[in-house]
């Protein structure tokens, strides 16, 4: 059966909550910015001006009566206080001149626009990208397909190795007789390290077992695990 591979899990996931968070961001962002706002910028202008009219009114009230019409205005005046500090649990704070922007350009566009494909687009990319290996041998890649005599040699020195660059110990390099060099990349791609235990089984069969482990392990513990199967874990 051949091996084909997927994206790994963690991979996946890894992305697929940081592209949600990036658009509850963008679309929290938004609704500040086009509602929660403006309409606490409105409610600061009405109570403001609601509270001059309840002081001009209180003022002439002062010195005579007022009429039926200023009473009426006075009393509209008192309930739009009422209603906006009830509205804003409380007097509404004027909202910063650069509250808008930022909404806009922090959230709106650094995460909603910007971040969420960001993350989403390595998962497309890869799930895009499929390497298989055949039966006969035969390798698959996205850069092309490579039959069993052309693959001469799998460079292992990085794969699984206990210093330097820990991505890199994800990986391991086909080569071809024309000395094309081909990664192959377990920590984007699920199943990749059956393929690179097949490729370096066939050519190195006394080094490595089909899984990309070391011959040379004990039955119970068979070289260090494959890097999908930690994943797994």
Known sequence: ????????????????????????????????????????????IAIDSAKEEIKKFETMAATA????????????????????????????????????????WLYVVGCGILGTPFFIWPIVKILRRQYRLDEDGTLHTPGGTYTRDQIVEIDMRRWCAKDGDRRSTWTATAVTDEGKRIVLDDHDFKNMHLIIGGIAHRLMPAKWTVEAKPVAASPNDAGAPANSEVAAN
């Open 1 to 44: 059966m051949p091996i084909r591979t997927t994206i790994q899990p963690f991979v996946f996931w890894r992305n697929a909550i940081f592209a949600f968070l990036c658009l509850v961001f963008g679309v929290w962002g938004y609704y500040d910015w086009a509602v929660k706002i403006p309409n606490l910028e409105a409610d600061c």
């Open 65 to 104: 009566p007022l009429n039926q019409s200023d009473t009426a205005r006075y009393v509209a005046a008192k309930k739009t206080v009422e209603e906006i500090n009830s509205r804003n649990a409380g007097p509404p704070v004027k909202p910063s001149p650069l509250d808008r922007p930022m909404q806009m």
